[in-house]
């Protein structure tokens, strides 16, 4: 065995024996905050989740030029997170086209939906006329954006991963696994969120006039099995301009 062989055995083993010290918090840990050490550090947070991910991202590059690609991409992870931020959320991973961001307090969930129906927004009204008009020789032939958020809510526990000055946070929970998942389902509604995280929303969320009559912005659909457990889902194609 290489002598990197053997660090590497050793620092598993270690990692393993060692016991987490873990604080409850009440803010988002930042990337390159020293409260989470690299060896045993960790906060446990009771939070919200969401995940916004722009669809076929991988088919769009291959359809189009990289230049124009690119533009599209950045365009949306430029307009998600700063409606994520705008809505009070701390954004703590890209993931190519796919952008996590955590919510924290009382109206963690209230916060979460309205920047999910806001990207929905940006999404139909500001990125798709956009492309039409940069390419309105091939608009409609060549990409229609989609996009899905998922959000889900409850306590996770929040590590430093990695190798000294190549690590990130990672968020170790349900609800950060789950609400990744929902923003996978296409053909949903571009908002999907968990039981728990519907049942805390404010009428103004739920509830909108049209024609003069109630009408609910979700609708069920259905569950999602996760790890064993099931999570019933709703999900919205509303929209609002933030």
Same mark, same amino acid.
């Given at each position: 065995?290489?002598?990197?062989?053997?660090e590497?055995?050793?620092?598993?083993?270690?990692?393993?024996?060692?016991?987490f010290?873990?604080?409850?918090?009440?803010?988002?840990?930042?990337?390159?905050?020293?409260?989470?050490?690299?060896?045993d550090g960790?906060?446990?947070?009771?939070?919200?989740?969401a995940?916004a991910?722009?669809?076929?991202?991988s088919?769009?590059a291959?359809?189009?030029?990289?230049?124009?690609?690119?533009?599209?991409?950045?365009?949306?992870?430029?307009?998600?997170?700063?409606?994520f931020?705008?809505?009070?959320?701390?954004?703590?991973?890209?993931?190519?086209?796919?952008?996590?961001? !955590?919510? =924290? *307090?009382?109206?963690? +969930?209230?916060? #979460?939906?309205?920047?999910?129906?806001?990207? $929905?927004?940006? %999404?139909?009204?500001?990125?798709q006329?956009?492309?039409?008009?940069?390419?309105?020789?091939?608009?409609?032939?060549?990409?229609?954006?989609?996009?899905?958020?998922?959000?889900?809510?409850?306590?996770?526990?929040?590590?430093?991963?990695?190798?000294r000055?190549?690590?990130?946070? !990672?968020? =170790? *929970?349900?609800?950060? +696994?789950?609400? #990744?998942?929902l923003?996978?389902?296409r053909? $949903?509604?571009? %908002?999907?969120v968990?039981?728990?995280?519907?049942?805390?929303?404010?009428d103004?969320i739920?509830?909108?006039?049209?024609?003069?009559?109630?009408?609910?912005?979700?609708?069920s659909?259905g569950?999602?099995?996760?790890?064993?457990?099931?999570f019933?889902v709703?999900?919205?194609t509303?929209w609002?301009?933030?």
């Amino acid at each position: 065995m290489s002598v990197f062989s053997q660090e590497m055995e050793k620092r598993v083993k270690d990692v393993l024996r060692t016991p987490f010290n873990i604080r409850d918090g009440r803010v988002v840990p930042e990337d390159d905050s020293d409260s989470i050490v690299f060896r045993d550090g960790a906060v446990r947070l009771d939070a919200t989740y969401a995940y916004a991910d722009l669809a076929e991202s991988s088919t769009l590059a291959q359809r189009l030029k990289q230049e124009a690609a690119a533009a599209i991409i950045r365009s949306y992870v430029n307009s998600v997170s700063r409606i994520f931020t705008h809505y009070g959320g701390a954004i703590r991973s890209f993931d190519g086209d796919r952008v996590m961001a !955590i919510f =924290v *307090g009382d109206r963690k +969930n209230e916060k #979460a939906v309205r920047a999910a129906l806001a990207i $929905s927004w940006a %999404t139909w009204k500001v990125i798709q006329p956009g492309i039409e008009q940069r390419w309105n020789d091939i608009a409609g032939k060549i990409y229609d954006i989609e996009q899905s958020v998922g959000i889900d809510t409850g306590t996770a526990l929040i590590v430093r991963g990695g190798a000294r000055a190549n690590s990130d946070l !990672i968020s =170790v *929970g349900a609800a950060p +696994n789950v609400a #990744a998942k929902l923003s996978d389902e296409r053909g $949903s509604g571009s %908002t999907l969120v968990t039981r728990a995280v519907y049942n805390d929303l404010p009428d103004s969320i739920i509830y909108a006039t049209q024609s003069g009559n109630k009408v609910n912005r979700f609708t069920s659909k259905g569950q999602l099995h996760v790890g064993g457990k099931s999570f019933d889902v709703l999900g919205s194609t509303w929209w609002w301009e933030p």
